[in-house]
């Protein structure tokens, strides 16, 4: 990442206010900014392509997300993709519920239509596991989704994809961030008016046929079909909330395709709300994020919850446990208890093949993998991102060395089946639904059987805590706290010793380089720090195994609290 001087970045600043490409309202966005800090930091650099693509906060300068940066970085892959000399080239785009998503998706369609790259563009929001679904389905060669997931409001982002319909890989993204680098000017950015775009095919609106074919490709991936044909799809009750994003009208269309009759939507997060009024983060990672839901399923006695990210990637459950009250599971629980269900039915029809894989990242839990093993399957790890998931994906659909089962994040991203090459919250809104109405048949709980499988295979718990260091200064923040932890590494953490020290910036175990540390302890627990690549955070994640579940906090809360006091202390 190139960073500029304060003087390199006010001559930056400058040369914005004399480009007679800049509209005059981002000018005056810019002249009235209060300091030379604030300049600073929204030009000392340009966004780059990180886990989750380009994200940013919105607003005027080259560290921000706005129709220029966005013009440029489609500029730029449209050169990437022109350089390949396909015969045909196309693009699909998608965007979510954020404020200018919309603008910001038809400014990149107009740039690539300019380039001669036909495009079709979605006329209102789109989950983005669709979006990875329309590039295959419609065999193009690129696709771009408008959206910054769960971050705060003031975040957008902008996600590129391969033909496999998954998102860049390393190599592929510095291809394309070296094509932006060589745009010097605004005045390379090509555009067509949107009439000019339409009337030379070159923008194509898509229609309901797209949906129909992803909501029945994914309600394909049932495992269970025959469920909820009778009683138990009137009577099993879900309460579902959007929060304010894509997933509303998707993951209702599955679930009644699925036979769940009883879903309960929370009306006050149904509709799309660039600035998400309901909830301080629209991001099911949070139990807040909840609050709504669990007024609504307490009312209606639901038996669980699920909750979908503004781009429907992301899903969070919320189940019941033995005191009847509603607690939100973890990504890493809610991963247990999918791989448990989709293996366990396959098995017994006879369907788990023998080269089955489930595919999770270096940062989730062993406890997924565990099971997997049990049912036969083989895991594989891969770095934090869904694209090398997807990544791996593609490599076994080509060579047929082994069939995908599962692939999952402990950051609630979740996808079976091939027909995506992106975590989808719609499938996982479905597959957990299917689940907790299986085991009900069995007077079980989505808990229940969740304490059963830590009786089983042991008491995992993990746990993850960040700590967000903004602007240049927050960059510089990170750096010294990873230095530091690389350089000076713990001995031991809490009483416990750490075995080993897995650098991967070092390449491990075939991976690709990345500023990752993971600390293996004596006991069997670890922690990792990481760099967020899409936001200004360190994330620290933890994970221990237990004799019972007191053990396991007790091991948790002494890890974390001795780790976190040295990331605070830097």
Known sequence: MTQLSQEQAKSRYESWLNDSNIDEATKQELRGLADEQEIMDRFYRDLEFGTGGLRGVMGAGTNRLNAYTVGKATQGLANWLLAQRLEQPSAVIAHD????????????????????????????????????FAIRNLRASTGVVVTASHNPPEYNGYKAYGADGCQLIPEEAEQVIASIARISSFDEVKRLSQAEAEQAGLLVWLDEAIDQAYVETVVAQSVNQSLLQGELGQTFKVVFTPLHGSGNMPVRDVLAAAGFKQVHVVAEQEQPDGNFSTVKSPNPEEKEAFTLAIELARKVGADVIIGTDPDADRMGAVVKNNEGEYVVLTGNQSGALMIHYLLSQLKERGQLPNNGVVIKTIVTSEMGEVIAKHYGASVENTLTGFKYIGEKMTR?????????????????????????????????????????????????????????????????LESQQSRTLKGIDGVAQIQSIMTSFREHPPTE??????????????????????????????????????????????????????????????????????????????
């Open 493 to 570: 953490v809490a009483g416990v010793a750490v075995t080993s020290v897995l650098d991967y910036s070092m390449g491990l175990d075939g991976l690709r380089p990345e500023n990752v540390l993971k600390y293996m302890l004596q006991d069997g627990s670890w922690f990792c720090l990481r760099p967020s690549g899409t936001e200004p955070k360190i994330k620290v994640y933890f994970a221990v195994k237990g004799t019972s579940a007191a053990d396991a906090e007790a091991k948790q809360t002494a890890i974390s609290e001795a780790v976190m006091k040295r990331v605070d202390g830097i």
């Open 97 to 132: 519920s954020r404020n200018n998503s919309p603008q910001f998706a038809l400014d990149a369609a107009l740039v690539l239509a300019a380039n001669g790259i036909r495009t079709y563009l979605f006329r209102s929001l789109r989950p983005t596991p669709q979006l990875s």
């Open 396 to 460: 076994y659909e080509q060579t047929g060395e082994k069939t995908f089962l599962f692939g999952y994040e402990e950051s609630y991203g979740y996808l079976t089946g091939t027909y995506a090459r992106d975590k989808d919250a719609i499938v996982a809104s479905m597959l957990i639904c299917e689940a907790a109405a299986y085991y009900s048949t069995q007077g079980k709980t989505l808990y229940d059987v969740l304490q059963e499988l830590y009786e089983q295979f042991g008491y995992f």
